[in-house]
């Protein structure tokens, strides 16, 4: 009896034995192999998506940037919007603390992240050992449009969009430049015609159907499904970006041509109109910026950015423009208070409201109020002397980024009709007398304001 209880001792300490000799087999094999990143600063994993190949492609990817020194942030909208809603207690999570695979995991083709041009670092290093960790790439790159302007280097090639794809899933890399006017753009993805069109589900990106223009986001590390990322401080203005994140570029070329033609203005009156109009749109930018005002390039600045890429030194003034929605009693206010003082208010908020301000050296801003109808848009004019109301029509519009004198500005999506309505199809003719009561095309009057108005209506300081 005694020997058979040393056998049955003998063989369940075996047996036990065997069973922690494996599951430590295991525990190296999944969590503490190199091939799996332990060890490596900012790509800590858990066990939470072990089973996943999304989570692990992301992994990977991640463990990637880390040892080649690029600080990638996540930028993937659907990722962040479900980050955002449990935000608090993503921000204070930390690793291993949570148990589930909720973000990473979902399914679905892409997932975006994006890297500052200046640290991407050993771009062709990099690229290699992805290869060699399995991944398939693709590298999209195009002109830089920053030096369109610039005949010797327009043509250079810039890298925009890099594609990593491992098994079912694919990591969208969007490189973020920084322009002059303080601001984060990235580049259209545009395939080459030797380009494998079936690589992956090109039409399922998030970035790069159109070129795209951010502020520069502050970021912040957390620790999102056991990996630790960088995301956009502030989610909810930066969710707000990205539907509107549409940018136009300035068209060089066509400037060029039309200088060649009709011959920039140098002389001392005009390079001094343009310095002082560029240091009151910047003005009127910051401060409309800080009151949340959406505006955009209305009239002839709109046309100085598109047909010259600069300001038309017979305009005398810089023209806005705002939807009327935005409004904001504190819109007057706010620029008496850096200085520029009331010209003129007409109309009021229900109707044909405009504002004119005064600067530097007799250099005017105006603001035009946008109203909507069923099929068109519309702005007022009123003549002080009479009374007199006008309307001016324009087509319905969106509104996209531009650059414009070293500062990102909002013009119309449909920028051609735009002008066309405003200005004709002779746009690209430089006419220097002009009448805002009947030049424009799209002028038609509106009545006259009743006499008993006329101290709300027509205000001349």
Known sequence: MSKINKNVILALLTLTSSVFLLFQLYYYKHYLSPKNGAGLSGVRGTKIGHNNAQWRVIK????????????????????????????????????????ECKYFCAKRDFTAFALLNHLLKNEENWFQIAERMGFQCLKIQSKDPRLDGIDYLSGTEIPLH???????????LVIFYERSGNYLWHGQLRLKGYSDRKFVPFRKLQYGHYPGAFDRPELLQVSVDGLEVQIPKDLNYFLEEVPHSRFIECRFKEARAFFQKYHDDITVEAMLFRKNAKILLHLAAATLKDLGVRFWLSSGTCL????????????????????IQDYTSDIITAFQNVGLSL??????????????????????????????????MWN???????????????????????????????????????IEANYGKTWMIPVKTWDWKSSPPNVQPNGIWPLAEWDDVIQLY
Request: aromatic content about 14%.
């Open 162 to 172: 890099y594609i990593l794809k491992l098994a079912t899933h694919a990591i969208h």
């Open 380 to 418: 007022g004019g009123t003549q002080a002397k009479s009374g007199k109301k006008f309307k001016y029509l324009f087509p319905k519009f969106k509104l996209c980024w531009a650059e414009f004198v070293e500062i990102k500005v909002r013009v119309p999506c449909e920028t051609i009709n735009y």
């Open 304 to 323: 100085g950015w598109y047909r010259q890429c600069s300001i038309i030194p017979h305009s005398k003034d810089v023209d806005l423009g705002i939807f």
């Open 60 to 99: 990977k990817f991640l463990k990637l940037a880390s040892n080649q020194d690029m600080p990638v942030f996540l930028i993937d909208r659907s990722v962040l919007e479900a980050i955002n809603k449990d935000f608090e207690q993503v921000k204070n999570s930390t690793y291993g603390s949570v148990s």
């Open 343 to 376: 010209k003129h208010k007409f109309g009021k908020v229900q109707d044909s409201l405009e504002l004119s301000f005064q600067g530097k050296d007799d250099v005017k801003l105006d603001i035009f109020f946008f109203y909507e109808e069923t099929d068109h």
